[in-house]
């Protein structure tokens, strides 16, 4: 290996053009690079077989780099109130909106919000877990009217499941798209 990779570095895999731009996750050893790629999430690559191309001269900023990171991350069959803590740790002040299937959900202090400001049904979403929903042909609808009221949120997408799989699931909105 001749490169060295430094975190925040955006980079394409040579070989695999279909992964999209990746960030660097934390500067390389000797063979190891970490990085979250946008559309396979994150991946270890050996740099004893591959020389991943570095797009752009500097790293992303701090900002950038936390945001990327997040929204490359695939959950893959987790529990929505493990997602929920998860997202709820690193963005507290955003409604966590979770796609399941042809509807989405909120949970815990989210879904009292909505029960609140839009009198949405509380309803137990698992064993001491309350949650509020509403049908994915709304999800427009309610996107425009919580960027005009200011609120911030974050949806959390369903990904495509052809071979009946685990689930997976992503982060596909955060809004505003700065923390």
Same mark, same amino acid.
């Given at each position: *290996?001749?490169?060295?990779?430094?975190?925040?570095?955006?980079?394409?895999?040579?070989?695999?053009?279909?992964?999209?731009?990746?960030?660097?996750?934390?500067?390389?050893?000797?063979?190891?690079?970490?990085?979250?790629?946008?559309?396979?999430?994150?991946?270890?690559?050996?740099?004893?077989?591959?020389?991943?191309?570095?797009?752009?001269?500097?790293?992303?900023?701090?900002?950038?780099?936390?945001?990327?990171?997040?929204?490359?991350?695939?959950?893959?069959?987790?529990?929505?109130?493990?997602?929920?803590?998860?997202?709820?740790?690193?963005?507290?002040?955003?409604?966590?909106?979770?796609?399941?299937? *042809?509807?989405?959900? *909120?949970?815990?202090?989210?879904?009292?919000?909505?029960?609140?400001? #839009?009198?949405?049904?509380?309803?137990?979403?698992?064993?001491?877990?309350?949650?509020?929903? #509403?049908?994915?042909?709304?999800?427009?609808?309610?996107?425009?009217?919580?960027?005009?009221?200011?609120?911030?949120?974050?949806?959390?997408?369903?990904?495509?499941?052809?071979?009946?799989?685990?689930?997976?699931?992503?982060?596909?909105?955060?809004?505003?798209?700065?923390?």
């Amino acid at each position: *290996m001749s490169t060295k990779y430094f975190k925040g570095q955006l980079i394409k895999h040579p070989n695999r053009p279909e992964w999209g731009i990746g960030v660097v996750i934390k500067d390389s050893d000797e063979n190891i690079l970490n990085v979250s790629f946008e559309i396979v999430g994150t991946k270890v690559l050996s740099l004893e077989y591959t020389e991943p191309e570095i797009v752009g001269s500097t790293p992303i900023s701090e900002v950038e780099f936390k945001r990327r990171v997040e929204k490359h991350r695939i959950y893959v069959d987790e529990p929505f109130i493990d997602i929920y803590h998860d997202l709820k740790s690193k963005y507290p002040s955003h409604v966590v909106i979770i796609e399941k299937g *042809m509807w989405y959900r *909120m949970l815990e202090k989210d879904a009292l919000f909505f029960q609140k400001e #839009f009198k949405y049904q509380i309803v137990e979403h698992a064993i001491d877990v309350i949650g509020a929903g #509403f049908p994915s042909w709304f999800l427009e609808s309610l996107t425009k009217k919580l960027r005009k009221l200011e609120i911030p949120y974050l949806i959390v997408s369903q990904l495509p499941n052809p071979n009946n799989a685990k689930w997976q699931r992503k982060v596909s909105e955060i809004f505003p798209s700065k923390q």
